[in-house]
């Protein structure tokens, strides 16, 4: 079984990587230019199937083919400008959501609640992350990045939250069923 669950894994980190390519890049910019991304729930997803130290793996490889030019950021964005500019800092705190997601996780036995626990702690994190690192590399006020990079984004994060806890369970079930089987 191990075995298959180490092939499984791989396997998995794999496909979660190539979805996050496939829609992150995928967005509606705001007023600001800030994106609208399914991107975290995207990392939600795959933390609850593959636990922290896998997502982190999809999350970096992620944002490395970014950095070196595929056009996997939101907009079609890449390269290097796109991680250090007034967006990268979400970018970047997406490692930020994995590990602390998947250590919450790894505390509360991989119960929902702990999955749930995770996801909000870990945003709440990506915020704060993502909200300095705009004010910093656009001179902004506290005021104002948060109506632009907090405010018009609590409900559509919220929404993914909850259909990770619904959809994740439902997923992981068949996945568990097929390691299981001998």
């Given at each position: 079984?191990?075995?298959?669950?180490t092939?499984?894994?791989?396997?998995?980190?794999g496909?979660?990587?190539?979805?996050?390519?496939i829609?992150?890049?995928?967005?509606i910019?705001?007023?600001?230019?800030?994106?609208?991304t399914?991107?975290?729930?995207?990392?939600?997803?795959?933390?609850?199937?593959?636990?922290?130290?896998?997502?982190?793996?999809?999350?970096?490889?992620?944002?490395?083919l970014?950095?070196?030019?595929?056009?996997?950021?939101s907009?079609?964005?890449?390269?290097?400008?796109?991680?250090?500019?007034?967006?990268?800092?979400?970018?970047l705190?997406?490692?930020?959501?994995t590990?602390?997601?998947g250590?919450?996780?790894?505390?509360?036995?991989?119960?929902?609640w702990?999955a749930?626990?995770?996801?909000?702690?870990?945003?709440?994190?990506?915020?704060?992350?993502?909200?300095?690192?705009?004010?910093?590399?656009c001179?902004?006020?506290?005021?104002?990045?948060?109506?632009?990079?907090?405010?018009?984004?609590?409900?559509?994060?919220?929404?993914?939250?909850?259909?990770?806890?619904i959809?994740?369970?439902?997923?992981k079930?068949?996945?568990?069923?097929?390691?299981?089987?001998?």
């Amino acid at each position: 079984m191990k075995k298959r669950k180490t092939i499984y894994s791989i396997t998995m980190c794999g496909v979660m990587t190539a979805l996050l390519c496939i829609i992150a890049p995928l967005t509606i910019l705001l007023p600001g230019g800030v994106p609208i991304t399914l991107a975290n729930m995207i990392l939600y997803l795959t933390v609850y199937l593959l636990g922290g130290m896998y997502a982190t793996a999809c999350c970096g490889i992620y944002l490395l083919l970014g950095i070196v030019g595929l056009p996997v950021f939101s907009n079609y964005g890449s390269g290097i400008a796109k991680v250090v500019g007034p967006t990268g800092g979400y970018l970047l705190g997406y490692l930020f959501v994995t590990v602390i997601m998947g250590g919450i996780m790894h505390l509360g036995k991989r119960k929902l609640w702990s999955a749930i626990l995770g996801m909000v702690l870990g945003l709440a994190v990506l915020y704060a992350f993502g909200t300095i690192w705009f004010m910093i590399s656009c001179k902004a006020t506290l005021k104002y990045t948060l109506s632009v990079c907090v405010y018009p984004f609590l409900a559509l994060d919220a929404a993914k939250i909850a259909v990770v806890a619904i959809v994740g369970p439902l997923v992981k079930k068949p996945i568990t069923r097929f390691l299981t089987h001998e």
